[in-house]
């Protein structure tokens, strides 16, 4: 879904040219400024390019997880109904008693199962 080579490739040119327009910036470059100010409107478009495929496939992804939690949600008896027991104390988010709520049950597991769904469709190196 993400070209990783592609972006990697991009985000190396954006910063050498970020990097060269803060030389020219600093050492008062007037010529060298401007030529690479003329060329920001087409760095900026790469930057853009280069975000807006993670965000693709991040839309793709976050709207079914939003309508199974969604689901999930009505099933168990509401957002902060216990689904699971934390063998961990982790003050504020787990209960006296060892409950996890839906809430943070999904929010924990989605973090955890984030990288291994960003590699399985190929969005992380």
Known sequence: M??????????????EFD??????VLK??????????????QMDKMRLKASS????????????FIVL???MAELVGGYYAPVAFSPLPIPYIVSDDGSLALLW??????LSFN????????TVP
């Open 105 to 110: 049950w999904y929010f924990i597991s989605s």
């Open 28 to 41: 008062k470059d007037k010529q060298r400024e401007e030529k690479l100010r003329k060329r920001k409107p």
């Open 2 to 15: 993400v070209d990783l080579k592609r972006e990697k490739r991009i985000k190396q040119e954006i910063a």
């Open 53 to 64: 495929g993670r965000f693709k496939v991040f839309m793709v992804t976050w709207v079914p």
């Open 69 to 71: 939690y969604y689901l």
């Open 19 to 24: 990097k060269e327009l803060k030389d020219a």
């Open 115 to 122: 990288t291994m769904f960003g590699k399985v469709l190929g």
